[in-house]
């Protein structure tokens, strides 16, 4: 009873130095976790402080452009003239080209994603949608500059012999190609939504005697509108703030016209003309660039929080 007892106290003793040894020692992991919050808040912090940086120089430097130009000329203005004496700074041409190449994008983009999105969650097989998804969403990862290359020197001649009239540099396709580009996008997104919808929805569907398009349209793509609807919306914003391809395929005409085989300038292609250019610090045509910059951000932050409404207003949790 007496060795018992005193291994007993022995290993009680063990345990309270380990303790003790455990408790003063500071290790590696200990300072990690101490500090790592720290890091992710500062983090955090960084990014908040550089959107508002972007915002302050924005709305400084647009400022500074309606000191010189009207509010009013400027976005009631169909015509817009930046170089010369009698300059002139209407926004309604760049307005114009970029919501008809959003529009014929989207035009592009929603039927060909939004089936491909219903094949891959509702009729491929497993293995099937495990080679097909990569390979669609290849088309996420070009370059920009290979997709204005390739509106430019093959669309383009391609549709000069379906589209009579079709000018060298069009509006019409650069739309299509960002609408290729986009497809990955919608496509993901709305796969996404749909596979998020409950396999009994589609089993009870099944048990009623619906087909399977039927459960399709009628029980799973409702299900699943909101992330659908949001991936459109984003889709658009995409297309909205797409840069090369409208500035090599679309041309540097400031064309306020709804003829789609015309030459038409962007918001963003007009940005890069001006920063490209010799426009001096200071002048009208400076201030300008962060006029059409701020009007292009207000823009695409309305998209963004349109499909942030869509997506909390239809909602379904399962």
Avoid at 5 to 32: H, T
Avoid at 84 to 107: D, H, K, Y
Avoid at 114 to 134: C, G, H, Q
Avoid at 158 to 164: F, M, Q, S
Wanted: aromatic share 10%; charged share 15%.
């Amino acid at each position: 009873m007496k060795g018992v007892f005193s291994l007993e106290n022995a290993n009680k003793v063990n345990i309270r130095e380990l303790i003790a040894q455990n408790k003063n020692k500071v290790s590696a992991g200990n300072l990690l976790e101490k500090f790592m919050p720290k890091i992710l808040l500062t983090i955090a912090i960084i990014s908040i402080l550089t959107t508002v940086g972007i915002l302050v120089t924005l709305l400084s430097e647009t400022i500074a452009f309606f000191r010189e130009v009207p509010f009013l000329e400027f976005f009631t203005g169909t015509v817009l003239k930046p170089l010369g004496e009698n300059a002139q700074f209407g926004v309604l041409p760049l307005l114009t080209g970029t919501l008809i190449s959003s529009a014929i994008a989207m035009f592009v983009a929603i039927p060909i994603g939004l089936m491909s999105a219903i094949y891959l969650s509702e009729y491929a097989s497993e293995k099937v949608r495990r080679a097909i998804k990569p390979m669609l969403e290849i088309l996420a990862g070009i370059p920009t500059i290979v997709y204005g290359f390739f509106a430019f020197t093959f669309v383009t001649p391609l549709l000069t012999k379906i589209v009579p009239g079709l000018e060298p540099t069009n509006i019409l396709s650069p739309g299509i190609v960002m609408g290729i580009m986009i497809i990955p996008m919608v496509a993901s997104l709305s796969e996404d939504a749909m596979s998020s919808v409950p396999n009994a929805m589609r089993e009870g569907a099944l048990a009623l005697g619906a087909t399977r398009l039927e459960v399709t349209w009628r029980v799973v793509v409702p299900a699943a509108i909101s992330g659908i609807v949001a991936s459109f919306v984003l889709g658009i914003s995409r297309a909205i703030g797409e840069t090369m391809i409208v500035t090599i395929a679309s041309g540097s005409s400031k064309n306020f016209t709804f003829d789609i085989t015309q030459s038409m300038q962007t918001m963003t292609a007009y940005i890069v003309e001006v920063t490209g250019g010799e426009a001096p610090a200071g002048s009208t045509i400076y201030f300008s660039l962060y006029a059409v910059a701020m009007t292009l951000f207000v823009f695409t932050m309305i998209m963004n929080l349109i499909a942030q409404y869509i997506s909390r207003k239809f909602r379904e949790e399962y």
